[in-house]
């Protein structure tokens, strides 16, 4: 039986390094996997075991029950189910909606050269701000709309031809795209609440699914440019030359090798899509709420009762936690190889 404490090459660490990293290791894994047992544990007590003080083992500390669990789907099923429900819809389609989108901008950022200039970018924001200020005035948004793309465009193909100033190109771009993640969003959930209310998308799953994309947007296009950087142009210049056409060559050869980063990508989106609290509280009420509001409202209405806390927790954590360890080959993948560039 081979010894696993032996050093095999001079890059191997020392049998006392080794111990240490294990013993560390173990110590870490505690950390992380102790809370999940101790959610998984409080499900299973009665109020009164759980005041009682800490218990660890069932069926030898205490008899474990089910009865948090009956009250949560079957007293409580209405005030549970649709609040998942909605987590799971927007959840899903905020992250497929923002995968999508994010990685063919950031291939496009890898791939195409870009020089937007300054003046046209201007001209556009003044239209934007137009079109808001028409809209919180009370004008119909779909008239706003399309009469402000009307504009920029005809402004575009008369004043616009007149700048000469200085282009910004794909790194200025991308650089916009992340730092829109610096704003706190306590900063834009007033705007966004008026915007949805006078559109009428307030507490619907569109106001949260656009809400999530673009708020999610700007870590795709980031993680995956720098993914779609390492992918050897080579295969795609081989493709191109037998007459595949771009949209064919990112379809066909850039997305299949790109899955390990597309896949890892998702799940960072979707945890955040299904975690978020702030935008949810202000932008759905009852039709589309979502399970962090569920857990905080049972929280402030029924005070602190860790015991029906611990079930919504488990039942939020659970999918994601178990989608976690059925692709964690393509997140490693995904995540190393993303990183590993230059």
């Not at 809209?135 to 402000?148: N, R």
């Not at 999530?212 to 191109?240: H, K």
């Not at 949209?247 to 896949?263: D, K």
Request: proline residues 6%; charged residues 10%; contains cysteine.
């Amino acid at each position: 039986m081979r010894n696993p404490f032996r050093r095999r090459s001079a890059l191997d660490l020392s049998p006392g390094a080794k111990v240490l990293s294990y013993v560390l290791l173990l110590g870490w894994t505690f950390v992380v996997l102790f809370p999940i047992y101790w959610l998984a544990v409080t499900s299973l007590k009665l109020p009164i075991q759980v005041n009682s003080g800490p218990v660890f083992f069932p069926f030898i500390d205490f008899q474990p029950t089910l009865e948090n669990w009956r009250y949560i789907f079957v007293d409580l099923r209405n005030d549970t189910v649709r609040p998942y429900i909605n987590t799971v819809v927007v959840g899903l389609s905020s992250a497929i909606i923002a995968l999508a989108l994010g990685s063919s901008a950031a291939y496009a950022l890898v791939r195409f050269h870009y020089r937007p200039r300054i003046g046209l970018i201007g001209l556009f924001a003044g239209c934007v701000l137009l079109a808001a200020v028409a809209i919180g005035l009370g004008a119909p948004w779909q008239i706003v709309v399309v009469s402000a793309l009307g504009v920029f465009l005809i402004l575009a193909q008369t004043i616009g031809r007149r700048f000469r100033g200085r282009g910004l190109g794909n790194s200025d771009i991308a650089f916009w795209l992340i730092s829109q993640r610096m704003l706190p969003p306590v900063a834009v959930v007033i705007p966004l609440y008026v915007l949805f209310q006078r559109v009428g998308l307030l507490d619907t799953w569109w106001a949260l699914i656009i809400t999530y994309v673009a708020t999610n947007l700007p870590i795709v296009v980031w993680l995956m440019r720098d993914y779609f950087s390492t992918v050897p142009v080579e295969l795609e210049e081989s493709a191109a030359v037998d007459g595949a056409s771009p949209y064919r060559i990112f379809r066909s050869i850039v997305i299949p090798v790109a899955v390990p980063g597309l896949v890892a990508t998702f799940l960072f989106v979707l945890v955040f899509a299904w975690n978020e609290y702030l935008l949810a509280l202000f932008l759905s009420s009852a039709n589309a709420q979502t399970l962090p509001i569920t857990v905080a409202a049972q929280n402030a209405t029924r005070g602190p009762q860790w015991w029906y806390m611990s079930v919504l927790i488990m039942i939020m954590i659970v999918p994601v936690i178990l989608m976690a360890i059925a692709l964690e080959r393509y997140i490693s993948r995904g995540i190393l190889v993303g990183a590993v560039k230059g």
